[in-house]
């Protein structure tokens, strides 16, 4: 159906509503006013259509004549002194105006001195004598008692948007109850709310959009509605701006982390935040986690602002680029790498076993050679001096450089720290022992943990898997990725997302893991991170790396 076609449906609906109730009026009581009615009409107009090659989005701007859902009380109040407001207003307890937001106390128009409390609805005689006698009689010891009429109006301003929105749709449809925001921490700049429009809302999209709009701002400067089914390779959903700007760069503040974004070209889900939460709480300082689809980083930045080293990958090149931007903003680039590759080659060439051994590669060697790992990138320097980057950066080359001793990844560190105290460390033997910074080093920033200049194949302690959809098809990856004779500790635990509809069970998806591992997995831990769907949730699934899946010989 064309936007043309349901703009017309709209205003079908609402001609054939006027002619049958009241004369072409259509009037619903409103819920909180007593049995005061409230006359709706909604003028539909469409102002204009701009379209975004950039974003493939449309705008409409929606006119509702506000002035329709007007509701005009006519009360009672009692003119007082000012200084007498206190004590009278505790004497009134209970037979004052009660409703959200509006102030039973106000100003009087005729005097300064004086002050209006506005009477409850069901005082209906300027005579109070719906008031208990002894409190007739305390209000006469105080101050000589005079009634006055008291007009007040809610407006449209007044009134929710659910309340609007019931007002305006068809009996039986369902009204949006929530809608995810996208919300800068910084009030002067866009906002967006994302709404998932269900097919019977669709041609009322433009006036939900409106009235959303209408009743959040200027907290919400963009409301997008998420259209057609995601098909690209990096799972970003393609939005229209219903009502707004269409700004769609942004900013989010999550747990004490700043995370920029262009929401048009990343994939954001602030609905998950307390699994963010959840998952880095059982990170310990110090920990080598990797992040095989780490989008702008939700896991990665807060994993390193707890001193973890964090190698972070993403497909999407955007992501990759927010991502690094957000490390340098919340200052955790000393702990953060960032790579731009599928997640089968990114995890396979970091933990890869060089071509010479290991400990023969000293850290005074060129940091160029350190860094083989096409599409990894240090978010800051490791010295004192800018790092430039020589390996091949040729973006259609997803299987890392042709150079086999730069894809090796000889000496990949796993933290960050100045050349000369890692140099020394080395040189003392001490190839496992601790690489601090300086004494009288001080930065604003998280302090580089005390670890060692170990590699990635030596030791991961976590992995994230967070791609529900195909996360579990990606484990296959993992048979005989980790070679036994470098690794050194526990196996990492795997943190892999899934979902699952209500026809499956968690033996099925342990069933599919152990399928794709090609190993039996050893008290798998369940944990249900929210529902997507009325029969579909999201789950983490969570175990240690079984011993099958390492390589006994290199």
């Given amino acids: 159906m064309s936007r043309e076609d349901r703009t017309e449906e709209t205003g079908d609906w609402v001609r054939e509503k006027l002619r049958m109730e009241r004369g072409g009026k259509a009037r619903q009581s409103a819920a909180t006013a007593g049995d005061v009615e409230v006359e709706v009409l909604l003028l539909v107009r469409v102002e204009s259509t701009v379209s975004s090659s950039a974003l493939g989005v449309f705008v409409t701007e929606m006119v509702i004549d506000e002035s329709k859902f007007d509701v005009h009380l006519e009360l009672r109040a009692l003119r007082i002194p000012r200084e007498l407001c206190k004590i009278t207003t505790r004497l009134l307890n209970g037979y004052l105006l009660d409703k959200a937001r509006v102030k039973p106390v106000t100003e009087d128009p005729t005097s300064e001195r004086n002050r209006l409390l506005i009477l409850s609805e069901k005082i209906q005689t300027s ?84 009235v959303i709009y209408d009743k959040n701002y200027p907290r919400i400067q963009t409301i997008v509605n998420k259209i057609g089914t995601i098909t690209n390779e990096f799972r970003v959903p393609k939005f229209e701006v219903l009502a707004g700007k269409r700004d769609m760069v942004t900013e989010v503040k999550q747990y004490g982390a700043i995370f920029k974004l262009d929401y048009s070209l990343v994939y954001w889900n602030s609905r998950l935040e307390h699994e963010h939460k959840r998952l880095v709480s059982q990170f310990q300082p110090g920990e080598t986690i990797c992040d095989m689809f780490a989008g702008i980083g939700p896991f990665a930045i807060p994993s390193a602002q707890k001193g973890c080293i964090v190698y972070a990958n993403d497909l999407n090149p955007e992501s990759v680029r927010y991502l690094r931007t957000n490390a340098k903003a919340n200052k955790v680039e000393d702990f953060v790498y960032a790579y731009n590759l599928d997640a089968r080659s990114f995890i396979s060439q970091l933990v890869e076993v060089p071509l010479s051994e290991i400990h023969s590669v000293t850290v005074t060697e060129d940091l160029n050679d350190c860094l083989g790992l096409d599409g990894g990138y240090r978010v800051k320097e490791c010295t004192q001096e800018k790092v430039e980057l020589t390996t091949n950066n040729n973006p259609s080359d997803k299987n890392g450089p042709t150079d086999s001793s730069a894809g090796n990844m000889p000496c990949l560190p796993a933290v960050k720290r100045q050349l000369d105290t890692c140099k020394e460390g080395f040189e003392s033997g001490e190839v496992n022992g601790a690489c601090s910074k300086k004494k009288g080093t001080s930065k604003k920033r998280a302090r580089s943990p005390d670890l060692s200049c170990r590699k990635a194949l030596e030791h991961i302690d976590h992995v994230v898997m967070n791609l529900p959809a195909s996360a579990l098809q990606f484990l296959d990856v993992f048979r005989g990725l980790l070679h036994r004779k470098y690794w050194k500790g526990l196996a990492p635990w795997v943190h892999c997302y899934c979902f699952m509809r209500a026809s499956e069970t968690r033996d099925m998806i342990v069933a599919e893991a152990e399928a794709a591992l090609g190993a039996v997995i050893k008290d798998p831990l369940f944990h249900r991170v929210r529902d997507v769907a009325p029969n579909k949730a999201m789950y983490c699934l969570s175990f240690r790396l079984p011993d099958g899946c390492f390589k006994e010989e290199a």
Avoid: R
């Fill in 127 to 210: 005579d109070l004598s719906d008031f208990p006698e002894e409190l007739l009689q305390e209000l006469k010891k105080l101050c000589k008692i005079e009634v006055v009429p008291y007009s007040l109006t809610l407006g449209y301003s007044y009134w929710s948007a659910d309340h609007i929105l019931k007002q305006i749709l068809p009996p039986g449809v369902e009204v949006p109850s929530s809608f995810e925001t996208i919300v800068k921490y910084i009030m002067s700049v866009c906002h967006i709310a994302h709404l998932n429009i269900h097919d019977e809302l669709l041609p009322y999209k433009d006036v939900i959009a409106q």
